[in-house]
């Protein structure tokens, strides 16, 4: 190895000896406020003994069934979330009320593309008007003459 590997080497091993322990950051923790959720949970366990019985010239097993209660206790930690973690969970809620905002904003378009009337067109209403017109008026002069 040459000295540069060595050193760096060196340097690593220094900063392994020397962190601080997990236990060190769990004290700091409950110094600043962290309080350990105590849970206990209750677990039954039935057990089958079967003991040998003599009787008259045969072995007769009897069996007794028991059940212990055991309480288990055990500790939820909660660890609050670093500021990293916050942002991104905040930035991440803030990117999908966009997106439901984009696609809110596109479905009233369509609704409003969908639900305009479109205009009568004037001419042709006025070309059959005159052509009804023309019709009633021939057969009306037709009849009195």
């Known amino acids: 190895m040459s000295k540069k590997n060595m050193r760096i080497f060196n340097i690593i091993l220094l900063l392994t000896l020397f962190s ?3 236990s060190y950051h769990y004290q700091k923790a409950l110094k600043k ?3 350990p959720l105590i849970s206990s949970d209750t677990i039954r366990i039935s057990t089958i003994d079967s003991i040998p019985v ?14 212990k209660d055991t309480v288990i206790m055990y500790k ?3 660890v609050p979330k670093t500021r990293l973690e916050i942002r991104t969970e905040y930035k991440t809620i803030r990117d999908t009320l ?4 984009r696609v809110e904003r596109v479905k009233a378009r ?3 593309r969908t639900d305009r009337k479109s205009k009568p067109n004037w001419t042709i209403i006025i070309i059959f008007l005159l052509i009804i017109s ?4 021939y057969f009306s002069l037709r009849r009195t003459t």
């Open 110 to 112: 369509q609704e409003g």
């Open 20 to 22: 601080c322990s997990s």
């Open 54 to 67: 003599i009787y008259r010239d045969s072995i007769i097993y009897e069996r007794f069934f028991s059940s």
């Open 33 to 35: 406020g962290l309080e």
């Open 76 to 78: 939820n930690v909660y």
């Open 134 to 137: 023309g019709v009633i008026l």
């Open 98 to 101: 966009r997106l439901i905002e």
